[in-house]
Each structure stands twice: as C-alpha cells, then as structure tokens.
C-alpha cells in the first residue's frame, strides 16, 4: 500500500466540523494538514510538498478558484488530486466547480461510506500499481538510449541528453519512463543555468520533482538517490545567486549521474 505516513493534505475548508472532518481523516492516513499557502510562491511551495490532495470546500469556490487554477494549470503541480466537497449535493455548483477547478471527485460530508480517507486513498490507486511495477522494471538493465543519454549528461551535453531521454520516454509506456522523464527534466535546468535562464531552470526544476521524489534510490543502475541531492544542492545554490547573478554560477555543482551498466 501507497504510504501516506508524513505526507500532506492540503485543505481550503469553512467551518468547523468540516475542519474537523478533514483532521480525522488526515489522523487515518497519518498525514498533515496545510490550511493556508504563501500565494507569492504558490506552485514551487506546493511542488516541494508533494500533497497526497487538495481538498476544496465548495462554499470557498470563489475564493480559492485562482489558486486551484494555477495549481491545475502549471506541469509541476496538475497532477496533484484535487477532491470537492460539501454537505450537500448542489449539481449547479458542482458544475461550475468542474469548468473552474477540474475536480477529480466530488465527496458528500454526509455520507458515510466512502469516508473522506478512503476516497483519498482510491485515488492513490493508480500510484500504487505503478509502484509495484517500477520496483520490477527498476531491477532490469537500462535501456541502450538511455546510456546513451546519460553518458551526454555526464558529457554535459545537456540539451542532447534531453533529445536522447525523451526518445526513451516516448518509446517507454511503464512507469520507468518517469526515471528518464525526470533526468531529462534537471537535464534541461542545467542547459538553462548555462544559458543564464534563471526562470526556466527553476521551472524544469519543480517539474522534475513529482517524478523524482517518488523514485527508489537505485533503478536501472542508476544512483537516484545521488542524482537527487546533486540536483537539489544545485537549485538550492542558484536559488540563493538568484536571477540577477546565476552568471556566477558554480559550474562543478552541475555533477554527473553515477550509474552501472
């Protein structure tokens, strides 16, 4: 099973036995609950969190549509499962919530089956299928493109492991293709620190986390686990230079991906 120990919920919910709803569940799956986002930096907040869902109050759907929008509109974050819910079933409001948030389900704080944690963990299904199935492919030899591809990395040749890495991606229908979609993804922030690109770097790299994250250390050969902290001590740096002086970038922080055949 999918755990959900640690992870968070992201909730825009009035009133208290809704809040109180919400907690229970979150008590369940062990998780926490986020009641309030910094909107100045919402989708790189919210990529780094990786929530298991965003449960919205239909009664807050004016107030909150602009945020869910973002979320649901940004590559970094539109995945993430966005659950409505409400005490009663207004089929007019719920219309309107599907053309604005682009709800995945509509939970009735009524009902009692399912609970709001059941729903939340129906829609960890599908990631948790993937996860047997990337653990069997994880233990398979990688794929001759994507030596390829990580041999340009390690080249530098970063826009040319992006052109090799999506070739395997496309040609890849098992989870696996995550592996190469999310090196392909820090391969692209590293051609765009080169080219001093601050906002594009950063966007390639928070799309790279909702694959990365979820990754087991090893796969294929690859280091995961290695990868992930250089390119993360890699963002954290050009974080800190900042737009203005990411020309003063410390190349050597680009580092190569540590792998067997």
């Known amino acids: ?23 229970k569940a979150a008590a369940e799956l062990e998780a926490e609950v986020v009641w309030t986002l910094d909107t100045t930096q919402l989708v790189k907040q919210v990529a780094e969190m990786r929530p298991l869902t965003i449960l919205v109050h239909l009664a807050l759907l004016d107030e909150v549509q602009h945020v869910i929008q973002a979320l649901r509109t940004s590559p970094a974050t539109r995945r993430i499962p966005v659950i409505a819910f409400d005490y009663q079933f207004d089929e007019e409001i719920i219309r309107r919530a599907a053309v604005t ?50 041999e340009e990395f390690n080249a530098g040749e970063y826009y040319e492991c992006h052109e090799t890495l999506e070739t395997a991606w496309m040609e890849e229908s098992g989870p696996v293709r995550d592996v190469y979609r999310g090196i392909l993804q820090v391969a692209v922030a590293y051609y765009q620190i080169q080219r001093g690109n601050y906002n594009g770097a950063m966007k390639m790299f928070l799309r790279s986390l909702q694959w990365l994250e979820p990754l087991p250390a090893q796969c294929q050969g690859i280091d995961i686990g290695r990868f992930r902290r250089d390119a993360l001590q890699a963002r954290l740096a050009m974080e800190a230079l900042g737009p203005e002086h990411i020309k003063d970038f410390d190349r050597n922080l680009l580092k190569p991906i540590t792998y067997e055949v």
């Open 1 to 23: 099973m999918t755990s959900t120990k640690g992870r968070k919920i992201i909730a825009f919910v009035k009133g208290v036995p809704l809040r109180q709803l919400v907690e």
């Open 101 to 150: 948030i682009y709800q995945d389900w509509y939970f009735n704080a009524q009902d009692m089956h399912p609970t709001l944690a059941e729903m939340i963990r129906h829609s960890l299904d599908g990631a948790e299928r993937d996860a047997q199935k990337l653990f069997d492919q994880c233990a398979q030899p990688m794929p001759p493109l994507v030596k390829r591809g990580l």
